[in-house]
């Protein structure tokens, strides 16, 4: 059974400071990584897959990148801004997706 | 117009009633998830459909049944609703083309008393 950990649990930055976000998982036979945002009462946004056969994705300010046989992969945002907090939340993808718990980021004005 | 929606947003109910949560989709996608979000456990699956005819339970479906009427709806009922089941419940879309990247809908907020 895949297991997915993000730590830590909650994270506060002030605006600016560069955010890493980490993610782990037990079994490395997985088809993508799949990075979502979800803001409070709201539904998940995608913000990145990568697949497995990749090591990293970009997408302005974000970046992820996939370790697959150390089970890790770590979401990146430079420069973050009050607007980026929310919570995020990694999925693995072998026959479907298993999520971690998230990490709940706020980023001080 | 959003391309995947729920319905209802948000539900109160009592213990042993029947509740039913609708799910549709624009986007064309053949394949249709529902999950249950609870505080500190992330999502978790309960059922998902390939296409019409193709309905597989996820790790928690004990509770819940689930009917894929069309390519675009796909609706997941609780025959007798209890406490535990209080969550917040998401539908989603994804297509092999697309990398089954899934797209979520905005949830159903369910509060069982």
């Known amino acids: 059974k895949q297991e997915v950990t993000q730590i830590p649990a909650a994270l506060s930055v002030p605006e600016g400071e560069n955010l890493v976000l980490n993610c782990s998982f037990t079994?490395?036979?997985?088809?993508?990584l799949q990075w979502f945002r979800q803001d409070p009462g709201k539904g998940l946004t995608s913000l990145l897959l990568i697949q497995s056969s990749q090591r990293e994705q970009t997408s302005g300010r974000l970046n992820a990148s996939l370790d697959k046989s150390s089970g890790r992969s770590t979401l990146y945002i430079a420069a973050s801004q009050p607007g980026d907090s929310a919570t995020y939340l990694c999925?693995?993808?072998?026959?479907?997706?298993?999520f971690g718990a998230g990490t709940t980021v706020t980023v001080r004005a | 117009d959003a391309d995947v929606t729920q319905t209802p947003r948000n539900r109160i109910t009592k213990t042993g009633k029947r509740i039913m949560l609708e799910c549709s989709q624009t986007?064309?996608?053949?394949?249709m998830y529902w999950y249950r979000q609870d505080p500190g456990l992330g999502l978790r699956l309960i059922y998902y459909s390939f296409d019409v005819k193709d309905i597989n339970k996820g790790e928690i479906s004990d509770g819940y049944s689930v009917s894929r009427q069309a390519q675009a709806k796909f609706s997941l009922s609780l025959e007798s609703a209890i406490p535990n089941q209080t969550a917040l419940y998401f539908c989603?879309?994804?297509?092999?083309?697309?990398?089954?990247?899934?797209?979520f809908g905005p949830g159903t907020r369910l509060t069982v008393l």
């Open positions: 989603a879309t994804s297509v092999t083309s697309d990398r089954d990247t899934q797209y």
């Open positions: 986007k064309g996608h053949d394949r």
């Open positions: 999925a693995v993808h072998d026959y479907k997706l298993s």
């Open positions: 079994d490395s036979a997985i088809y993508n």
